[in-house]
């Protein structure tokens, strides 16, 4: 695998892994890269430094030297921001949506089978299901979805 830095046109920098460098060429001619900020296709590889291990003969930096280093942290408005807002937004949309949403624990699974089968009323409930109950309810034609953001159950909040 070869990790790059990739940079679109809105000069978003982030990093992929590939097989090989070919492998990225025909991933990029293809269309397959996007910038995962702003969505922009048209991406390059940006300027990185080579990985070279330190010699074991050589010492380290003195600490002097180590504050000259340049560095560079994304401002307020970079890709941190928006991504940051994103989330933000994302966990507010969420808790409305949960506001409506009765909170079942344990017995989502149970209870989302009852409703499916008709066996109780429907209504909007949420909670904790294992992996593979969550693929059975699935298989069995129950709409489901994981909560993209973590919940706090009721009964363990403060």
């Known amino acids: 695998?070869?990790?790059?830095?990739?940079?679109?046109?809105?000069?978003?920098?982030?990093?992929?892994?590939?097989?090989?460098?070919?492998d990225y060429e025909a991933q990029r001619e293809q269309g397959l890269i996007a910038c995962?900020?702003?969505?922009?296709?048209?991406?390059?590889?940006?300027?990185?430094?080579?990985?070279?291990?330190?010699k074991s003969n050589r010492r380290a930096m003195p600490a002097e030297r180590a504050d000259a280093l340049p560095v560079s942290l994304p401002g307020p408005d970079g890709p941190d921001a928006r991504v940051k807002a994103?989330?933000?937004?994302?966990?507010q949309a969420q808790a409305e949506a949960l506001s409506h949403s009765q909170w079942v624990g344990?017995?989502?699974?149970?209870?989302?089978?009852?409703?499916?089968?008709?066996?109780?009323?429907?209504?909007?409930?949420?909670?904790?299901?294992?992996l593979d109950d969550a693929r059975a309810m699935l298989e069995e034609g129950l709409s489901i979805a994981p909560l993209l953001v973590p919940v706090t159950p009721p009964d363990r909040a403060n």
């Open 1 to 22: 695998m070869i990790s790059f830095d990739l940079k679109c046109d809105q000069a978003h920098v982030f990093e992929a892994w590939f097989r090989s460098s070919a």
């Open 86 to 91: 994103l989330m933000s937004a994302l966990a």
């Open 106 to 130: 344990a017995s989502f699974a149970e209870k989302a089978r009852s409703m499916h089968y008709g066996e109780i009323d429907h209504a909007a409930i949420h909670g904790t299901a294992s």
């Open 36 to 54: 995962p900020i702003c969505g922009d296709r048209d991406v390059g590889k940006a300027v990185m430094a080579p990985a070279v291990g330190q």
